[in-house]
């Protein structure tokens, strides 16, 4: 009794079911993930600013001298640099994604780690306003994060 058995597999109805809970899903899914992509990449830029602030204030007291942070171009989201006495210790290439508006065009640590005047710097997503977040530089040159706007 060749070929009387039960056949396999899934019947077309199955199958459209299937494709129709798992395009549900991915639509409920995709605009979560969106706005993680977008969290995470400011997240990211504001830990890069956090991290230059850190080293340009060690180089300063290590090197007992100033060590300046400025913006390259017209705006801080096309990139920055740390001088020391004329030497680059680190640059930063554009950041897409994100809006930084910075308090000022360019900083400086002093030999004791100390800034002249507060800094503020608001990073904003470019594709929602409401995620954002605040890095501020106190006169002691201790960084601090916030989310939200400044």
Same mark, same amino acid.
């Given at each position: 009794?060749?070929?009387?058995?039960?056949?396999?597999?899934?019947?077309?109805?199955?199958?459209? %079911?299937?494709?129709? /809970?798992? @395009? =549900?899903?991915?639509?409920?899914?995709?605009?979560?993930?969106?706005?993680? =992509?977008?969290?995470?990449?400011?997240?990211?830029? @504001?830990? +890069?600013?956090? &991290?230059?602030?850190?080293?340009?204030?060690?180089? @300063?007291?290590?090197?007992?001298? #100033?060590?300046? /942070? !400025?913006?390259?171009?017209?705006?801080? %989201?096309?990139?920055? $640099?740390?001088?020391?006495?004329?030497?680059?210790?680190?640059?930063? +290439? @554009?950041? *897409?994604?994100?809006? =930084?508006?910075?308090? &000022?065009?360019?900083?400086?640590?002093?030999?004791?780690?100390?800034?002249?005047?507060? %800094?503020?710097?608001?990073? %904003?997503?470019?594709? !929602?306003?409401?995620?954002?977040?605040?890095?501020?530089?106190?006169? *002691?040159?201790? $960084? =601090?994060? +916030? #989310?939200?706007?400044?």
């Amino acid at each position: 009794m060749l070929g009387l058995g039960r056949q396999r597999g899934y019947t077309l109805l199955e199958l459209m %079911v299937t494709l129709g /809970i798992v @395009a =549900i899903l991915a639509g409920v899914a995709v605009p979560s993930f969106n706005d993680f =992509i977008r969290t995470q990449r400011l997240r990211s830029v @504001a830990s +890069d600013l956090n &991290a230059t602030f850190q080293l340009a204030r060690s180089e @300063a007291v290590k090197r007992n001298a #100033d060590v300046t /942070i !400025s913006r390259v171009g017209s705006g801080w %989201v096309e990139g920055w $640099t740390v001088i020391s006495a004329g030497n680059t210790l680190r640059s930063q +290439d @554009a950041v *897409s994604g994100v809006n =930084i508006t910075g308090s &000022a065009d360019s900083f400086a640590f002093r030999s004791n780690g100390r800034i002249d005047s507060s %800094v503020t710097f608001s990073l %904003v997503s470019s594709a !929602s306003s409401s995620v954002a977040k605040c890095v501020r530089v106190s006169l *002691s040159g201790s $960084t =601090i994060t +916030d #989310d939200g706007s400044c």
